[in-house]
């Protein structure tokens, strides 16, 4: 929790210290209220859950009365309802298949987003589990990614199944299940090309991708990797590969520094799927699994 929070310090500057001086006024008033707004706004929670949020906090402190002290209970209350509606959100990781195989992870997302950086941070995780992976990288639009996830295989210490530049996508990832199941592997994570085409372009390719890998072993996770730092644009890009992959959840990096956590909270409304992690710096240690009461202790300091 202090390395969150301490990775968080852009955001704590940006929304925590923001709302919990606000909330020391004297009076709370109608003035407050609205500044509560823009900051929550300004932090990326977006429009209408900002209305609610605001709302009920308004409404609970006339009823429940109150000091500063109370109101940051509450306020605490209303962004841990918002981050997490208490709708049972799993947001464990699936990375086994239930039948021996390995289980599949699928990364995708627009180029810049963070995706082979994930890759490799779960891979580490993985592996500090004493799972055995492989990583496909069928990113192969750019030879820097793929040159990319293969430092990051020599890092961690796992096999990266790869072709030569330009090769099909979907023969890479077929190749690195086939590794997978072959060697027995727990899981395959498949990094893929972020070139955001046109959507049918986009479906069409991942499409196969999936079906070359489903022939072989399930897949048990889709990520969607977005840059929390991308706001609106991000939102934009998030909606069309959902519309073209079955997403499971979401991975947000980039958190660290910026003061917009409050996409969290926008983009799991919008998808309807939950956040399952956090990237919170370049590092191969800073992924972290999200957890909504940490989340909301880190933004308020
Ligand atoms: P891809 O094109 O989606 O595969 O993106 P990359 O994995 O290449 O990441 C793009 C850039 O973002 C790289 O410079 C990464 O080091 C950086 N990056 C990825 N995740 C994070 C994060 O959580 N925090 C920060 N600060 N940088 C990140």
């Known amino acids: 929790?202090?390395?969150?929070?301490?990775?968080?310090?852009?955001?704590?500057?940006?929304?925590?210290?923001?709302?919990?001086?606000?909330?020391?006024?004297?009076?709370?008033?109608?003035?407050?209220?609205?500044?509560?707004?823009?900051?929550?706004?300004?932090?990326?929670?977006?429009?209408?859950?900002?209305?609610?949020?605001?709302?009920?906090?308004?409404?609970?402190?006339?009823?429940?009365?109150?000091?500063a002290a109370e109101a940051r209970t509450?306020?605490?209350?209303?962004?841990?309802?918002l981050v997490d509606p208490g709708e049972g959100l799993d947001r464990r990781l699936k990375v086994s298949g239930d039948d021996g195989r390995p289980g599949v992870v699928l990364v995708v997302g627009v180029n810049g987003a963070g995706k082979t950086t994930t890759v490799g941070k779960i891979a580490?995780?993985?592996?500090?589990?004493?799972?055995s992976v492989v990583l496909g990288a069928a990113d192969t639009f750019r030879a820097a990614a793929v040159e990319q996830l293969a430092?990051?295989?020599?890092?961690?210490?796992?096999?990266?199944?790869?072709?030569?530049?330009?090769?099909?996508?979907?023969?890479?990832?077929?190749?690195?299940?086939?590794?997978?199941?072959?060697?027995?592997?727990?899981?395959?994570?498949?990094?893929?090309?972020?070139r955001l085409q046109n959507k049918q372009g986009l479906m069409d390719e991942l499409g196969k991708?999936?079906?070359v890998i489903e022939k072989q072993a399930p897949v048990t996770e889709v990520l969607l990797v977005l840059d929390a730092t991308t706001g609106q644009n991000g939102m934009i890009q998030a909606r069309v590969f959902s519309d073209v992959v079955d997403v499971t959840g979401i991975v947000l990096t980039k958190l660290d520094g910026s003061a917009k956590g409050?996409?969290?909270?926008?983009?799991?409304?919008?998808?309807?799927?939950p956040v399952k992690l956090v990237g919170l710096g370049e590092g191969a240690d800073d992924l972290a699994p999200f957890d909504a009461g940490a989340f909301v202790d880190a933004l308020l300091g």
């Open 209 to 211: 991708v999936k079906r």
């Open 1 to 67: 929790l202090v390395r969150l929070r301490q990775r968080l310090a852009g955001s704590q500057g940006g929304l925590g210290r923001g709302l919990l001086a606000l909330l020391s006024r004297e009076r709370l008033d109608e003035e407050t209220w609205e500044s509560i707004e823009d900051v929550l706004i300004g932090a990326d929670v977006g429009v209408a859950p900002t209305q609610e949020l605001v709302d009920r906090l308004r409404t609970r402190m006339r009823v429940e009365g109150g000091t």
């Open 262 to 273: 409050g996409i969290v909270v926008a983009v799991q409304r919008e998808l309807g799927v």
């Open 124 to 131: 580490r995780i993985l592996v500090a589990e004493d799972r």
């Open 151 to 194: 430092t990051w295989g020599e890092r961690v210490g796992v096999d990266v199944v790869r072709g030569p530049e330009g090769t099909d996508p979907a023969s890479v990832a077929f190749d690195s299940v086939r590794q997978g199941v072959e060697t027995g592997a727990d899981t395959v994570i498949v990094d893929t090309a972020g």
């Open 74 to 81: 509450v306020l605490r209350e209303e962004l841990v309802n």
